[in-house]
DNA sequence: GCAATTTGACCCCG
DNA sequence: CGGGGTCAAATTGC
């Protein structure tokens, strides 16, 4: 009945701006509560229009505990909504589909851990209930090429070059002249326990990985690792059946 | 004044 | 019984 997919997004913005992380949807605030475990209380956010539209997406987002410079955001549920919102694409012309979040309220320079891999790096999925997280293959370029995390490590458990890849290229792909960037990685799980075999079709994944925009003085650049090393076939790499299950 | 957030209570599941 | 998730009333901001 309800159509659910779980996908696990991390996202590192730190330094310039943090809070507002625009997917592409109005989220309401629903509810807030600290998690066992956990340093930082987990914030449930539902979609604005949920009785309107019947969106019954539902997000979450949760600050990791040693660096509140990541987000770890957890969206449940498939949005349907596609109205006044912003996936900016089949409403009426928009000179620019990037709407800037700066806040400069509180800006408080980083120093210790991510300094380098703010945004670049940025963002790693992990498919967690899953042990396939083990299986995920060394990624070419993507965190190793630029990165230097020296002790820290990214991805911890495990990185899924795919969503990475796929990150990038959505980012990309929606965005090609945009001078901001900022992308994630989208890890795909299956259902809650009802379709193990999820297609996804790109409108699902361009809902998903809506380009978050930072306008900063900040060298970014790092997009150029994607698709130059991706052979991913077109088809989709979340085919492999040894990620799900 | 309205709408979105806040915060505690309630509920559901393991 | 506890943890996690949602609801609902109150509060705050716009």
């Known amino acids: 009945m309800m159509p659910g997919w779980r996908d696990h997004v991390r996202v590192s913005s730190e330094n310039l701006l943090e809070g507002p992380h625009d997917d592409g949807h109005s989220w309401r605030k629903y509810g807030q509560k600290d998690i066992l475990g956990a340093k930082y209380p987990r914030s449930y956010y539902r979609c604005t229009y949920r009785n309107t539209q019947n969106c019954w997406a539902t997000k979450q987002v949760q600050r990791s505990d040693e660096d509140p410079t990541i987000f770890e955001v957890t969206y449940r549920g498939t949005h349907k909504c596609g109205n006044g919102n912003q996936p900016a694409s089949t409403e009426k012309q928009e000179h620019k589909s990037n709407k800037l979040y700066l806040n400069n309220n509180n800006y408080q320079p980083l120093q210790s851990q991510d300094f380098l891999l703010d945004f670049r790096a940025g963002l790693w999925a992990n498919t967690e209930g899953l042990d396939s997280k083990e299986t995920a293959p060394s990624f070419p370029s993507t965190s190793s090429g630029c990165l230097k995390s020296e002790n820290h490590s990214i991805s911890p458990s495990g990185v899924l070059d795919y969503s990475n890849i796929f990150g990038s290229f959505s980012s990309l792909f929606m965005s090609p002249g945009t001078p901001e ?39 970014i650049m790092d997009l150029d690792f994607s698709l130059d090393h991706v052979e991913l076939d077109p088809n989709f790499p979340f085919d492999t059946p040894e990620i799900f299950s």
């Open 181 to 219: 960037l900022s992308y994630f990685s989208v890890s795909q799980m299956n259902n809650f326990g009802d379709v193990l075999n999820t297609q996804h079709s790109e409108s699902d994944l361009t809902e998903l990985v809506s380009a978050n925009t930072s306008a900063t003085n900040s060298p």
